[in-house]
């Protein structure tokens, strides 16, 4: 029969020594393996984000379709916050939380006025377009600030601030834990649920 010479150089290798080097496999590779896992959870929670900020555009456009005219940003606003409390974080000291009817406070959703912008506009005679804007905390930690590096390298030691920033400032500077940013940009186009025939005549171009 063969001899096993790796069990018996396995059997002459003291389990101190052993040990020694399962430790440092494991200080090598459990880094990198925290990193992956808590990017891919970034990731997952990126793309949640960003159908949120889309869901939050129809909303808006669905609110300022049953509005008056002078009533319409408001209405477009409040929707599109409602929606996107669920993902906002970030609150300074004096934004209390938001409060959904049936719910409750939505924790860390203070921030999410200061980081939510919306705009309505009128396409046509007969569709509504609203366009929602939304800062989006990264707030997984090692993945969150290396992920705002890599969408702006050359922030220069201020990875956390919104990335293509525009005249509304950085408002992630007020957050009392200062995070990375993506700004989510999101348009949805709604007709109006009614007509006046009359006015319209059908077919109407467009439809």
Same mark, same amino acid.
């Given at each position: 029969?063969?001899?096993?010479?790796?069990?018996?150089?396995?059997? +002459?290798?003291?389990?101190?020594? %052993?040990?020694?080097? /399962?430790?440092?496999?494991? !200080?090598? $590779?459990?880094?990198?393996?925290?990193?992956?896992?808590?990017?891919?959870?970034?990731?997952?929670?990126?793309?949640?984000?960003?159908?949120?900020?889309?869901?939050?555009?129809?909303?808006?456009?669905?609110?300022?379709?049953?509005?008056?005219?002078?009533?319409?940003?408001?209405?477009?606003?409040?929707?599109?916050?409602?929606?996107?409390?669920?993902?906002?974080?970030?609150?300074?000291?004096?934004?209390?939380?938001?409060?959904?009817?049936?719910?409750?406070?939505?924790?860390?959703?203070?921030?999410? +006025?200061?980081?939510?912008?919306? %705009?309505?506009?009128? /396409?046509?005679?007969?569709? !509504?377009? $609203?366009?929602?804007?939304?800062?989006?905390?990264?707030?997984?930690?090692?993945?969150?600030?290396?992920?705002?590096?890599?969408?702006?390298?050359?922030?220069?030691?201020?990875?956390?601030?919104?990335?293509?920033?525009?005249?509304?400032?950085?408002?992630?500077?007020?957050?009392?834990?200062?995070?990375?940013?993506?700004?989510?940009?999101?348009?949805?186009?709604?007709?109006?649920?009614?007509?006046?025939?009359?006015?319209?005549?059908?077919?109407?171009?467009?439809?």
């Amino acid at each position: 029969m063969k001899p096993d010479f790796d069990s018996e150089r396995r059997a +002459r290798v003291p389990p101190g020594r %052993r040990a020694g080097t /399962v430790m440092l496999e494991f !200080v090598l $590779a459990f880094p990198l393996i925290l990193t992956l896992m808590l990017g891919c959870m970034q990731f997952a929670h990126i793309w949640m984000a960003k159908q949120v900020v889309h869901y939050s555009a129809f909303c808006a456009a669905r609110a300022a379709l049953v509005c008056h005219s002078g009533e319409r940003g408001a209405a477009a606003q409040q929707a599109a916050e409602q929606a996107c409390a669920w993902i906002a974080e970030g609150t300074t000291g004096g934004e209390s939380d938001k409060r959904i009817p049936g719910w409750g406070e939505i924790p860390g959703s203070g921030g999410v +006025r200061r980081k939510t912008r919306v %705009r309505i506009e009128d /396409v046509g005679r007969w569709n !509504v377009k $609203a366009t929602v804007e939304h800062d989006f905390a990264l707030i997984f930690p090692i993945a969150g600030p290396m992920i705002g590096w890599l969408v702006n390298p050359w922030a220069d030691g201020r990875e956390w601030l919104e990335q293509r920033a525009d005249d509304t400032g950085n408002v992630g500077s007020a957050d009392l834990i200062r995070q990375a940013h993506l700004r989510f940009k999101e348009v949805a186009v709604l007709p109006r649920p009614y007509v006046v025939l009359p006015e319209m005549g059908l077919p109407a171009s467009g439809w």
